[in-house]
Nanobody
Framework: QVQLVESGGDLVQPGGSLRLSCAASGSSFSINAMGWFRQAPGKERELVALITRGGSTIYADSVKGRFIIDRDNARNTVYLQMNSLKPEDTAVYYC???????????WGQGTQVNVSS
């Protein structure tokens, strides 16, 4: 069983930056991939960024060049560095984890990011 705890969401002005964190905890498990999804008002949930077991990364086209996903394997923690934020980045951001071998998926509780003047 895996629990995900997110933090870092806030209200920022356009052009600002935020760094989201997601820490995984629980009994014995192995991470296949961790990442971030988001859902904005009136829009579909979408993948923002993903980092795989081997360290490969995937980004949505809308955030390429602005967001960076990274991890601390020793702490089972994934981060999302969000730069040059735009109003359209406003959404609830959800941490995602898939467990290696079992294929189980875990979700964080969501953290609100508001980009507004």
């Amino acid at each position: 069983q895996v629990q995900l705890v997110e933090s870092g969401g806030d209200l920022v002005q356009p052009g600002g930056s935020l760094r989201l964190s997601c820490a995984a905890s629980g009994s014995s498990f192995s991470i296949n991939a961790m990442g971030w999804f988001r859902q904005a008002p009136g829009k579909e949930r979408e993948l923002v960024a993903l980092i795989t077991r081997g360290g490969s990364t995937i980004y949505a086209d809308s955030v390429k060049g602005r967001f960076i996903i990274d991890r601390d394997n020793a702490r089972n923690t994934v981060y999302l560095q969000m730069n040059s934020l735009k109003p359209e980045d406003t959404a609830v951001y959800y941490c995602y984890l898939s467990t290696y071998g079992s294929g189980k998926i875990s979700w964080g509780q969501g953290t609100q990011v508001n980009v507004s003047s």
